[in-house]
């Protein structure tokens, strides 16, 4: 039987009364998606004949990433109708991040498929979105698939209801897959999988199966992100250095004498003992979007005494003590995350970030600082925007402009993210996974692990989280140890870059504390940054 060609039906309806659009691109039922020309039609009507074959018994709802218990616990406020995701229902099926959902159905003999459907919702308030695509896939044996992969758009106002009908001449299957990612939420109802028997196709002819083509994924090369990488240029723990911003507390502007021990150990006798942290990334408190103020955070940044400049001094100060007059701090800075036009008056995005990076590479210039090695600039946002696919773009410009200038781009998403895994793809040079362990109420280590698994699986490095509440709450302060211990359980104490995110100078206020609980936060930190982490036994995260 040759292989036929396809049309792929997308109905968006943006209310129950709405008008109904249907696109109907074609594509060749090959090992990869193709392109072609669209046509507007006026009817999106599945045929009455048709039969679902698909059935709660034969048909399974998988996730594509790691299980995280935490997500699956949400998801279970939106479980759909009794009959699960193939009855027909007004109801939702809530499917909550975890990379992505296959729907899975094994009809149990081979039958002549012409039609695949499914009914997704759309309501970014919520947090409720489009997947940006959805691939088909047909198999005789469940080992060689056909697949087409279908790139979808959010309704015009953004909410509403999207039809996504595969419609083909008909083809010998007997296994059905339907996979799409999941941004944050995905909602979806009716799964159909369809023939029409009165078609009387032969089952003598039986479509010609191959091994489908691989579609663009995420590169997986199974290894941490190193400190000896070229773009990490042998950073190993780098600390978040909080400043300026819309949204900056008072007190918080960094000195050299908050910076030392942050560069160097000090013992509980005042002795400077070792180095600690080898880099700094420099952000705002809140997001700068207007042009007022990034002026005034690139002020604050380059400040006489603060900020960069006293890490400056105090990386002299520390390699004077320590005898390593050669050793400088690398340091990364934050870009703008400005609506277009706002910080440059030509208008765009990409020209305010341009303009931005020239701003930041004038004023390092001009500073001329003698101990501190600029290694690149930090996108300030934990996961592209699910409605706005043209960020992925504007992204990849930026990371082209920053390459050019010899810099690197890095980038520290949240975990499970839009895009984590195909940071490559995006033009980052580094980038660093959020566990989100520490923000969970008594977490599981079961987040870490998957945590762990999807940085090396990617190429990542991990933060390591430890906010104020750490210093208040026994429970935070045994979480955020939790983590240490992992890692060096994991053993990447030493294999892989680590971020550490500290709020608003946590670790100094431990550094300072005579409460021993809280100064060992500091203690143990330093011994997880030099490799001589001594625990390995959990603690208790619901302390009473």
Avoid at 50 to 72: C, I, K, R
């Amino acid at each position: 039987m040759q292989v036929s060609r396809m049309k792929v039906v997308m109905t968006m309806a943006a209310g129950i009364l709405g008008s109904v659009m249907t696109i109907a691109p074609a594509f060749a039922m090959t090992g990869s998606a193709a392109t072609s020309s669209t046509s507007t039609q006026t009817s999106s009507t599945i045929p009455t004949t048709l039969q679902n074959l698909a059935t709660t018994q034969n048909t399974s709802v998988q996730v594509d990433g790691p299980v995280d218990p935490y997500f699956e616990h949400i998801q279970n406020n939106h479980p759909g109708p009794s009959g699960g995701i193939t009855e027909y229902s007004s109801t939702w099926t809530g499917y909550c991040r975890q990379m992505g959902r296959t729907i899975y159905t094994d009809i149990g003999s081979e039958e002549a498929i012409s039609d695949i459907s499914l009914t997704f919702d759309s309501n970014p308030s919520e947090g409720i979105y489009i997947p940006d695509q959805v691939t088909f896939s047909l198999s005789q044996n469940s080992k060689d698939w056909k697949s087409v992969t279908k790139n979808i758009s959010a309704p015009t106002n953004n909410s509403g209801v999207v039809h996504v009908h595969l419609s083909i001449q008909p083809q010998i299957a007997r296994y059905i897959k339907v996979t799409f990612p999941v941004a944050v939420w995905v909602f979806a109802r009716n799964f159909q999988v369809s023939y029409n028997p009165a078609l009387g196709i032969p089952k003598s002819e039986h479509l010609s199966l191959v091994p489908r083509d691989a579609l663009v994924q995420p590169v997986v090369v199974n290894h941490f992100l190193s400190p000896w990488s070229q773009s990490t240029v042998g950073m190993s723990n780098i600390f978040l250095a909080y400043s300026g911003g819309p949204n900056q507390p008072v007190h918080s502007s960094w000195t050299t004498a908050k910076f030392v021990p942050m560069l160097g150990y000090i013992n509980r006798t005042g002795t400077l003992a070792g180095h600690f942290f080898n880099s700094a990334l420099f952000l705002p408190y809140g997001s700068v979007t207007t042009t007022s103020g990034w002026n005034h955070y690139v002020a604050n940044l380059f400040a006489p005494n603060e900020q960069l400049a006293a890490l400056n001094q105090a990386t002299s100060q520390v390699d004077k003590k320590l005898h390593t007059p050669y050793m400088k701090t690398n340091v990364i800075l934050s870009l703008p995350l400005p609506p277009s036009g706002s910080i440059s008056p030509k208008g765009s995005r990409l020209q305010s970030e341009t303009s931005a990076i020239s701003t930041l590479l004038s004023n390092w210039s001009a500073s001329n600082f003698s101990d501190l090695n600029l290694v690149g600039f930090y996108w300030d946002v934990e996961s592209m925007s699910a409605d706005q696919p043209r960020d992925v773009e504007l992204v990849q410009h930026i990371g082209h402009t920053i390459e050019q200038d010899g810099l690197h781009f890095y980038w520290i998403p949240f975990f499970d993210a839009n895009y984590f895994s195909d940071w490559k793809g995006m033009g980052i040079s580094a980038a660093f996974l959020q566990p989100n362990y520490y923000e969970l109420t008594n977490p599981s280590l079961v987040r870490l692990q998957e945590a762990s698994n999807l940085a090396k699986k990617y190429g990542l490095g991990v933060e390591i989280e430890g906010g104020h509440d750490i210093l208040l709450s026994p429970d935070k302060r045994n979480a955020y140890l939790n983590e240490l211990t992992y890692f060096h359980n994991d053993q990447i104490e030493n294999d892989t870059v680590h971020a550490f995110y500290f709020g608003d100078q946590t670790l100094i206020h431990a550094a300072n504390s005579t409460d021993p609980a809280i100064h060992a936060l500091y203690r143990d930190t330093y011994r997880f940054v030099i490799g001589g982490y001594p625990y390995t036994s959990y603690l208790p995260t619901d302390v009473k």
